[in-house]
């Protein structure tokens, strides 16, 4: 439940046409910064793109979980971007990302941005949910499947 | 032998604001009983090492993340400290880490407690929603009563009636 919260519709992207995972990031970034006056978008980006420097956020199953803890934001924050030809995460698995989940959150958030990350990750063990989040038509679908999942951790 | 039906509670405390609300509920039971009151918050170990070993987070990360969890906990323990000192209400508090419902547990268990006391669980959306919740999960697991704990301004107005 706590993804359908964080990730608005108007923080989802179906059909991303990005090449790389440097503009996707850019492109997820540009949804926070659109809609939330309290953002900073050069801050939350090379925050985000200083953590990936550390290792590839592609987690395999067709899911990349770029994020930061970052003064670029004021509150936990996400953002989703969906693309049925894939985009090249550097995955641990070698295969490309169809879903993309862009968290935020500011230092003090360290209760809620780990069940934000242990949610997304949680959507990387079920096939069933991955199959049809790519396959999502509009922002309301996306949504309404998302409020499906919850930390998978105890 | 003791006529206070809760010789020992448990509060787990959470880092928020309902974790400060059952604290205050708590709190007035404990005067009112004249019970132990231990708090007890956990750093949710298990979730760290998942993503540390599923390549969500570097090793670095994960150091940082349980470093600052660690400090909410003494943060909110201390919140609730002053809280019962506030009512002369005298507290043990414990910060542990692993599984949270697993240790709420036990750490009952081992303190004997009577009654054990969490914030409120929010309303499932799904099966799956209501099988990984921690509070969930406490309910399910304890040896004790559990009681969860809503309406805010309810609690407010007996802990200030104190």
């Known amino acids: ?154 | 032998m003791s006529t206070s039906p809760f010789e020992t509670i448990l509060l787990h405390v959470e880092a928020s604001e309902a974790g400060l609300v059952a604290a205050r509920y708590a709190i007035a039971l404990a005067k009112v009983y004249g019970a132990r009151l231990h708090a007890v918050y956990v750093v949710n170990e298990k979730m760290l090492e998942e993503l540390l070993s599923a390549k969500v987070f570097v090793e670095e990360e994960e150091v940082d993340l349980e470093r600052d969890l660690e400090e909410d906990g003494r943060r909110y323990l201390s919140a609730v400290e002053r809280l019962a000192g506030e009512k002369g209400v005298e507290l043990a508090t414990d910060l542990a880490k692993g599984v949270v419902h697993r240790e709420i547990v036990d750490k009952a268990t081992q303190l004997g407690a009577r009654l054990i006391i969490i914030g409120e669980i929010e309303e499932p959306m799904s099966r799956r929603d209501a099988f990984f919740d921690e509070g969930e999960m406490i309910l399910r697991l304890a040896k004790c009563p559990v009681l969860t704990v809503k309406g805010d301004d309810l609690v407010r107005s007996l802990y200030d009636s104190l």
């Open chain 1, 1 to 154: 439940m706590i993804l359908d919260r964080i990730i608005t519709r108007d923080r989802i992207k179906i059909g991303l046409s990005d090449l790389d995972k440097w503009t996707v990031i850019e492109d997820l970034a540009d949804l926070i910064a659109a809609g939330d006056e309290n953002s900073d978008r050069e801050t939350l980006i090379e925050d985000t793109l200083e953590r990936e420097d550390k290792g590839s956020t592609g987690i395999g199953s067709g899911i990349a979980i770029p994020h930061a803890r970052t003064a670029g934001v004021t509150d936990l924050i996400g953002a989703l971007g969906i693309s049925k030809a894939g985009i090249d995460f550097e995955a641990e698995d070698g295969q490309p990302c169809h879903l993309i989940f862009l968290i935020l959150a500011p230092a003090k958030e360290s209760t809620r941005y780990l069940k934000a990350l242990s949610a997304v990750a949680c959507i990387g063990k079920d096939e069933g949910l991955i199959s049809r989040l790519t396959s999502a038509s509009s922002p309301d679908e996306a949504i309404s499947i998302l409020g499906e999942v919850e930390s998978c951790n105890p």
